[in-house]
């Protein structure tokens, strides 16, 4: 992405590729970097930065958290998982790269995310078989005054929720305990000022995407996420899906 490539310092594909107006970019902020592995054979390297931004003039903050596979015999992919938070909005975004990728890591980074969001077609039986080279995106954005609706839920009604989603998908949070830890921090986190509260909730909501379809689903509220899934074996597709709650 543009974002990646200018924290990267490749300013010059920033300035190729955006219009002189929108290049009044600037940030500060800290990476880290880890890599758990054999050099040169085996390994993962993972990233995590965090930034503040200021675009034109509009202030806004991100975390970026990326996962990629080293060595000659590793299965190759890239994983990114990106919040973008502004003055009147939240992005979330995962976005998965893989070559030579089979059905158990598809469904890993892609499929297992979706189900969990509640997007429909994501509880659909999975195709079978090798799916090959393969690129993945979902993308969910929350307006400040849904963030602000959140507020006002009942802790209650959103644990029973949470709960019912993960028994149906048979995830840990299911566990009472588990559950009340998850809204817990969920509430402290509404307690924050905005600056801090656009990032740190959209980190736990890409965390845990279970939490989504149940804040949603106790708020009624309709709302559409982007996907984007491009292969070689299979139907490509891409577009906006709904959320079913």
Same mark, same amino acid.
Request: aromatic share 8%.
């Given at each position: 992405?543009?974002?990646?490539?200018?924290?990267?310092?490749?300013?010059?594909?920033?300035?190729?590729?955006?219009?002189?107006?929108?290049?009044?970019?600037?940030?500060?902020?800290?990476?880290?970097?880890?890599?758990?592995?054999?050099?040169?054979?085996?390994?993962?390297?993972?990233?995590?930065?965090?930034?503040?931004?200021?675009?034109?003039?509009?202030?806004?903050?991100?975390?970026?958290?990326?996962?990629?596979?080293?060595?000659?015999?590793?299965?190759?992919?890239?994983?990114?998982?990106?919040?973008?938070?502004?003055?009147?909005?939240?992005?979330?975004?995962?976005?998965?790269?893989?070559?030579?990728?089979?059905?158990?890591?598809?469904?890993?980074?892609?499929?297992?995310?979706?189900?969990?969001?509640?997007?429909?077609?994501?509880?659909?039986?999975?195709?079978?078989? *090798?799916?090959?080279? !393969? %690129?993945? =995106?979902?993308? #969910?954005?929350?307006?400040?005054?849904?963030?602000? /609706?959140?507020?006002?839920?009942?802790?209650?009604?959103?644990?029973?929720?949470?709960?019912?989603?993960?028994?149906?998908?048979?995830?840990?949070?299911?566990?009472?305990?588990?559950?009340?830890?998850?809204?817990?921090?969920?509430?402290?986190?509404?307690?924050?000022?905005?600056?801090?509260?656009?990032?740190?909730?959209?980190?736990?909501? *890409?965390?845990?995407? !279970? %939490?989504? =379809?149940?804040? #949603?689903?106790?708020?009624?509220?309709?709302?559409? /996420?982007?996907?984007?899934?491009?292969?070689?074996?299979?139907?490509?597709?891409?577009?906006?899906?709904?959320?079913?709650?």
């Amino acid at each position: 992405s543009l974002f990646q490539a200018g924290l990267r310092g490749k300013i010059n594909q920033l300035q190729i590729a955006l219009r002189s107006r929108d290049q009044k970019i600037t940030w500060t902020g800290n990476d880290r970097s880890f890599y758990i592995g054999v050099p040169y054979l085996i390994g993962i390297t993972k990233e995590h930065g965090s930034y503040s931004m200021t675009s034109n003039g509009v202030p806004a903050s991100m975390d970026v958290r990326t996962r990629k596979n080293n060595g000659i015999f590793s299965k190759l992919g890239d994983h990114n998982r990106l919040v973008y938070a502004t003055d009147d909005v939240i992005l979330l975004f995962w976005t998965s790269e893989m070559r030579k990728a089979n059905k158990q890591v598809v469904e890993k980074y892609f499929f297992k995310n979706g189900a969990a969001i509640g997007l429909k077609g994501f509880s659909d039986p999975r195709p079978e078989g *090798i799916y090959g080279s !393969v %690129l993945t =995106q979902i993308g #969910l954005t929350f307006t400040k005054e849904e963030v602000e /609706g959140m507020k006002l839920l009942s802790a209650d009604v959103l644990r029973n929720n949470l709960q019912v989603r993960c028994q149906a998908m048979n995830l840990s949070c299911s566990q009472d305990s588990k559950a009340r830890s998850v809204i817990m921090k969920y509430k402290k986190i509404l307690m924050k000022p905005w600056k801090d509260l656009g990032i740190e909730l959209g980190k736990l909501m *890409i965390e845990q995407p !279970v %939490l989504i =379809q149940s804040i #949603l689903k106790s708020m009624e509220i309709k709302k559409q /996420g982007y996907i984007k899934f491009l292969n070689d074996n299979y139907q490509s597709v891409e577009g906006m899906v709904s959320i079913e709650i």
